[in-house]
């Protein structure tokens, strides 16, 4: 556009003596303009290839890094609890247990059905089963699964007999979640989460005074 401009502009009759001045005079404008133009494009190059490295950084640390999604359970209610004497120890339970599944990748965790431990002194007394489905991406997943727990398992050697007299019962709850988290519809990593939760339960209150998950 500039280039034909400055053709119409220089009538042919114009082109006398001082031709070679006004040549030169159009050779430092054009000269200036390529410049100028020169810049701008290599500014816009440099800003493209940074904008395309921060995208790339973007991608690789954020969307592309994988981590292991959170499996634990939230605070709950006693539903029933019912113990033995500190002579006959034992207890029986059962109570909805929520089970969260928080995924903070950018992609759904898809996961296996699994079972969720429920011990006692490292004694199994009771379980869950969490049954095979998915958490969506950065979100998680709620799940409510009925435990009932019984003593009948424990050695007649165990703790429960002062844990009854203190009033307070700790339990354990150990689970694991194998699963794929698939990013952008094709990038796929297989992940496992691990829950380990404590919780303390109050014999005389029927309340969870603690709860805690690694
Ligand atoms: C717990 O349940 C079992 C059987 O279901 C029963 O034999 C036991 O007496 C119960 N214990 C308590 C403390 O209720
Ligand atoms: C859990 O138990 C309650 C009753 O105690 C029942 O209404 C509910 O449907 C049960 N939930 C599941 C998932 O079995
Ligand atoms: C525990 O049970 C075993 C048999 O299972 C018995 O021999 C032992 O005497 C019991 N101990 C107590 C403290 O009751
Ligand atoms: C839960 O207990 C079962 C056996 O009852 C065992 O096969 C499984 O590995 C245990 N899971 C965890 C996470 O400890
Ligand atoms: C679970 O956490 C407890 C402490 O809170 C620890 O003693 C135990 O070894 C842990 N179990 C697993 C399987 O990580």
């Excluded at 059905?113 to 429920?118: E, H, I, K, R």
């Excluded at 165990?158 to 844990?163: F, T």
Aim: proline share 4%; hydrophobic share 35%; net charge positive.
């Amino acid at each position: 556009m500039a280039e034909k401009n400055q053709s119409q502009y220089q009538p042919p009759e114009s082109i006398g003596y001082h031709r070679s001045d006004q040549e030169s005079l159009h050779t430092m404008e054009d000269e200036e303009a390529k410049r100028k133009k020169r810049m701008k494009w290599t500014i816009g190059i440099v800003a493209f290839i940074i904008f395309q490295v921060v995208q790339a950084l973007f991608f690789v640390l954020v969307i592309m890094k994988f981590k292991s999604p959170k499996f634990g359970v939230a605070e709950f209610d006693v539903q029933s609890l019912t113990v033995g004497t500190q002579a006959s120890p034992s207890f029986n339970t059962s109570f909805v247990t929520p089970i969260r599944i928080k995924n903070t990748n950018w992609g759904p965790f898809k996961y296996d059905a699994s079972t969720v431990n429920f011990t006692y002194g490292g004694v199994q007394v009771g379980q869950a089963i969490i049954p095979k489905s998915k958490a969506n991406f950065k979100s998680t997943k709620k799940i409510n699964v009925n435990v009932t727990l019984s003593s009948a398992n424990l050695p007649n050697d165990s703790n429960l007999g002062s844990d009854l007299s203190s009033g307070v019962i700790t339990l354990n709850s150990q689970g694991e979640l194998k699963g794929k988290v698939t990013v952008m519809f094709m990038f796929k990593k297989r992940k496992t989460s691990q829950m380990n939760c404590t919780m303390a339960i109050n014999t005389a209150t029927k309340a969870v005074q603690s709860l805690s998950c690694k």
